[in-house]
Antibody
Framework: EVQLVESGGGLIQPGGSLKLSCAAS????????MGWVRQAPGKGLEWVSVIYGGGTTYYADSVKGRFTISRDNSKNTLYLQMTSLRAEDTAVYYC???????????????WGQGTLVTVSS | SYELTQPPSVSVSPGQTASITCSGD??????IFWYQQKPGQSPVLVIYEDSKRPSGIPERFSGSNSGNTATLTISGTQAMDEADYYC?????????FGTGTKVTVL
């Protein structure tokens, strides 16, 4: 059974840093597409970042240069290092497993339960 | 940047059909995916590759994609289908989510 369990969220002051973790089970993060999607309170889904099987990474413009996605294959865990946090980064952060089908068929088939990050003084 | 537009809300009576649209430029050239999100829960994939249902998703969920509009259809809508629904596409190495539609079963 595929499971994704996020941790690491909490209250952080503006300008601070936080590292989110996503422990995977039932499959290997190594070689799989893995991503982060966030949802601000009362708002819609916003893609944050993805790491492809070969290690290539992509980021939304809103977090580029501040967030870093990575994985530890030995721990079967995905990470999101967040720096220079802003109030607008406040959201529930979901970890998700990615899939690809065809040329433009990139999507997420399993999602974690999410971890809340609150950026406030 | 690429954008996907959905109606903010759709209301449907139990047992009737709900249709949720997702509009974007040249959408027919892309695969569309649909997610259901109930209050306080994580999103769940309900349609992939425009019209395919993952294992465990009821047959009353169906999808189509033509022209610049994709549609998620819920036939014989049940109270348990009340949720937010998001379409998603992939464009230029970015994952694009639609604005979301709240489905209310009256």
């Amino acid at each position: 059974e595929v499971q994704l369990v996020e941790s690491g969220g909490g209250l952080i002051q503006p300008g601070g840093s936080l590292k989110l973790s996503c422990a995977a089970s039932g499959f290997s993060v190594n070689g799989n597409y893995m991503g982060w999607v966030r949802q601000a309170p009362g708002k819609g889904l916003e893609w944050v970042s993805v790491i492809y099987g070969g290690g290539t990474t992509y980021y939304a413009d809103s977090v580029k240069g501040r967030f870093t996605i990575s994985r530890d294959n030995s721990k079967n865990t995905l990470y999101l290092q967040m720096t220079s946090l802003r109030a607008e980064d406040t959201a529930v952060y979901y970890c998700a497993r990615g899939q690809q089908t065809g040329y433009s068929g990139y999507y997420f088939d399993y999602w974690g339960q999410g971890t809340l990050v609150t950026v406030s003084s | 940047s690429y954008e996907l537009t959905q109606p903010p809300s759709v209301s449907v009576s139990p047992g009737q059909t709900a249709s949720i649209t997702c509009s974007g430029d040249k959408l027919r050239n892309k695969y569309i995916f649909w997610y259901q999100q109930k209050p306080g829960q994580s999103p769940v994939l309900v349609i992939y590759e425009d019209s395919k249902r993952p294992s465990g998703i009821p047959e009353r969920f169906s999808g189509s994609n033509s022209g610049n509009t994709a549609t998620l259809t819920i036939s014989g809508t049940q109270a348990m289908d009340e949720a937010d629904y998001y379409c998603q596409a992939w464009d230029s190495s970015t994952y694009v989510f639609g604005t979301g539609t709240k489905v209310t079963v009256l």
